[in-house]
């Protein structure tokens, strides 16, 4: 265990994100830093996982379906002990295993996604493979508000209540934007609420950058007994960073060396 406390996790974890994306000459750091706090708050106190034994039959899976994020998923990993936080500086790099998009071949890492909409339906199987073996794990999945343009992800979500799957919860990091600008102009969600209570789930609203209200909704589920549980979580893009905050750009751009300076210092990293 790197660190017992969830805050110091994310904190961590949003400037080795910055360190990674800006060595690799990467992107995608945005939606990194809006989902650090949510990663940081699952791994310090909610999924029964082993770090020492990544593969343990009866740990929680836990699904980045926002592949292309996976900055903060290998950060939170490392300082959580699945692989050394020397590794990170791998990333990016012809033949590593941290690839620019998560990868199964990381310790810790349950599922490859990149390719939008996956991780959900993958996970409702798993869920449901669960409740057939009366197995004991819970099942997580982490998507992107612009994700869910995928028609994928609302054929998952109307099986999963149908069979009562609680034990699935769906995380949404509610950052609003995504890739080609906000999700309001782009293919507005809203109510997005009201549309997962019309499909049966039970749905908790919360500061996504709030780790008290992150770890009440997070330590109490399932929500409703016999429905799976969807947790709205409002973020915003590039967060802790003040130049990247709610900008679309970083979406796509890799800091400078002026502005790692400049994110490390707000970050409270000062190597």
């Not at 295993?97 to 909409?117: N, Q």
């Amino acid at each position: 265990m790197a660190t017992a406390s969830s805050v110091e996790l994310a904190r961590r974890a949003r400037a080795l994100a910055v360190q990674m994306v800006a060595r690799a000459k990467a992107s995608h750091i945005g939606g990194a830093l809006s989902m650090a706090d949510l990663l940081a708050v699952l791994y310090t106190e909610v999924l029964n996982v082993r770090p020492h034994d990544p593969a343990w039959p009866e740990r929680d899976r836990f699904l980045l379906s926002k592949g292309h994020a996976c900055t903060a998923l290998y950060a939170t990993l490392a300082l959580r002990g699945f692989f050394p936080v020397e590794e990170l500086e791998e990333y990016g790099r012809d033949g590593s295993r941290l690839m620019a998009h998560v990868s199964h071949r990381v310790p810790g890492v349950e599922f490859s996604t990149g390719s939008l909409g996956h991780a959900l339906p993958f996970g409702l199987g798993l869920a449901l493979g669960a409740r057939w073996r009366a197995a004991r794990h819970r099942v997580f999945v982490l998507v992107s508000d612009g994700e869910l343009d995928e028609g994928s992800n609302w054929e998952a979500i109307l099986f999963a209540p149908q069979h009562g799957l609680d034990n699935l919860t769906l995380l949404v990091d509610y950052n609003r934007i995504q890739s080609l600008g906000a999700v309001a102009e782009v293919l507005d969600l809203a109510p997005l609420a009201d549309k997962f209570r019309a499909f049966r789930w039970a749905v908790r609203e919360v500061d996504g950058h709030d780790h008290s209200q992150l770890r009440d909704a997070l330590t109490r589920l399932p929500a409703e007994p016999g429905r799976p549980t969807v947790i709205l979580a409002h973020t915003i893009k590039g967060k802790g960073v003040s130049y990247m905050e709610d900008q679309l750009l970083w979406h796509y751009k890799s800091p400078d060396a002026a502005q790692l300076a400049q994110a490390l210092a707000e970050l409270g990293d000062h190597r």
